[in-house]
């Protein structure tokens, strides 16, 4: 009875919240569009505070290595086994309010395999400084810290991760293979559903993505992500579920649809975040890795552009 109570108080507690978010959206994106577009903006970019609480309450395995790499005057929480230098190493990229050692999971596995492993936890998540985050900034951190460990055999991102490590791929950082595992593909997509999700109205759009623009540079209305696998000749597993809510299965398959070397394996029951843990889908991705073949390669489908 107590932890019923608990639950509903807290599901109370967050509906009242919502509720609140909601009601100041309304009234101020009449009163004061650009302050409320702003701020809208700026709860976009927040990641949850539960990261910070999820990470400190893991603890890996004694072989790890904690360093630090300075991306853009931030110095990032980095997580090493073995030895990147020596050894083919994975570079394992989280998605959004997430952490690096959420893919512990893989770690063993991919040691096992004989890969040296870094992860770590993107800006203003984990252990790391900062506040906000944007997925420009998600892609500069895998950038920065890449070079940092030359070029990975194996990348693997998870949710924004995936579309972080396609946009860090350039001249002079790459990776060998990658898995991408419910990869988000679209920023207006997304930008749709938490308007959606808040109840802002249309007329914030253009001074909402203009608060992202000032803070990094990028129209986010640009990052289309299908314009930057067709540049990728490497391989790549996209790994998907029917019944993610949070990314839909579609964009998982429009990476594979446009990848010139992709494969999409679907999955269902698993969501968005079991399908990390999932002993199968890291023993697909270990075959993918060894260069067998896995998953489906999509041809077309039907609406989709």
Known sequence: MEMTTRINSTTVRKFATLSAIRAAFAIGGRLFPIATADRAARLFATPFASTRRRAASVTPDAQVRMETVDVGGRHLAVYVWGDPSRQPYALLVHGWSSFGLRFLPWVARLRAAGYAVVTFDQPGHGKSPGKFATLPEFANAAHTIGLRYGD???????????????????????????????????????????????????????????????????????????????????????????????????????????????????????????????????????????????????????GLV
Do not use: C
């Open 152 to 302: 990975a055999a194996l990348a693997v991102g998870h949710s924004l991760g995936g579309a972080a490590l396609v946009m860090a791929q350039d001249e002079t950082w790459h990776a060998e293979r990658f898995v991408l595992v419910a990869p988000s593909a679209d920023m207006i997509a997304a930008v749709d559903r938490f308007f959606r999700f808040v109840r802002l109205g249309d007329h914030l759009r253009d001074a909402f993505y203009a608060w992202h623009q000032r803070r990094t540079g990028v129209d986010a209305r640009t990052l289309h992500v299908e314009h930057e696998v067709r540049k990728l000749g490497r391989p790549s597993l996209i790994v998907h579920d029917l019944d993610d809510r949070d990314v839909p299965w579609g964009e998982g398959e429009r990476y594979a649809l446009h990848w010139p070397d992709a494969r999409l394996l679907t999955t269902q029951g698993l969501g968005h975040n079991r399908i990390l843990d999932n002993a199968q889908v890291i023993d697909a991705a270990l075959a993918f890795a060894r260069g067998d073949v896995v998953g489906e390669r999509v041809l077309g489908s039907p």
